[in-house]
């Protein structure tokens, strides 16, 4: 845990790998719902050659709910100050859905802190009135009933139909249920209100000049591939790239091909080297 402004943030950390002290750090931000543990296949991937550090949003995880704090703006101070605490800068940033929300923030006021930004399967708009009020409406359902009433919609924004059809992906889908239904409801609340309620990032998008990443599930249709495009669109050089059979929780559902595409980013930034 790290104190931030009153509030107790998680992370995880991996260390540096052994024999190599100074391998750069990747920092992993994940998506409402959700929690570092999204990205375990890619840390147990990355860590052979970097320090991987996961941070958990307030209300979700291993963070506990605070007052208040959820806005994006928010969330972004608080990774700034993990990433100072950790003395872990500059660093390769990887965001999914709302971690990308605070990526972009990072990437376009504090371009120092990073080496790199790879953004997973989110978007640098508001959220669509449209959603918004549907996911207003499942918070609030969730603060009373929880996550049971709500699972069939929030599963259907959360992953694809190719991911939901296969029974070989129930363990993983039990997991993500069981990790949520441990945090507090007004935490998870909260989170998908600062979500919903966030302020748009596109204009300043023009702020970074780190080498970036975009991807974008093939399938996602809460951050559709139409974001993802506009945020390559507005960076000077991103990379966009579109993941095949993936919904909007790409680095779980289709871990091994976004642990490559994210592995040869970070070695192509770095000089080819491991």
């Not at 970097?50 to 608080?78: E, F, I, K």
Request: net charge neutral.
């Amino acid at each position: 845990m790290v104190e931030v402004d009153g509030a107790r943030i998680a992370y995880t950390d991996t260390g540096a790998p052994p024999g190599k002290p100074d391998a750069p750090t990747v920092v992993l931000g994940h998506g409402l719902l959700f929690s570092g543990w999204m990205f375990h296949p890619q840390v147990e991937a990355l860590r052979e050659h970097y320090r991987c550090v996961t941070v958990d949003w307030r209300g979700q995880g291993d963070t506990p709910a605070t007052r208040s704090g959820y806005d994006m703006d928010t969330l972004t101070a608080d990774a700034v100050a993990l990433i100072g605490r950790l003395g872990a800068g500059p660093v390769h940033y990887v965001g999914l859905s709302m971690g990308g929300f605070v990526g972009q923030r990072i990437a376009a006021r504090h371009g120092e802190l990073l080496r790199s930004l790879t953004l997973l399967d989110t978007s640098a708009d508001g959220e669509p009135a449209e959603k918004a009020a549907e996911y207003r409406l499942l918070a609030h359902v969730y603060r009373f009933t929880g996550v049971r009433p709500v699972l069939g919609k929030v599963k259907a924004a959360m992953f694809g139909p190719a991911f939901l059809s296969s029974s070989a992906n129930e363990p993983v889908i039990e997991e993500w249920v069981r990790r949520l239904r441990r945090c507090e409801r007004t935490g998870i609340r909260k989170a998908v209100l600062g979500v919903v309620e966030r302020q748009p990032v596109h204009q300043e998008l023009s702020r970074i000049s780190v080498p970036t990443l975009v991807a974008v599930g093939a399938d996602d249709v809460a951050t559709p591939l139409a974001d993802a495009r506009r945020i390559a669109d507005a960076v000077d050089g991103a990379r966009l790239e579109v993941v095949a059979g993936s919904g909007h929780s790409s680095t779980l559902e289709q871990p091994g091909a976004l642990t490559a595409l994210i592995r040869d980013f970070l070695r192509s930034v770095d000089g080819g080297r491991d």
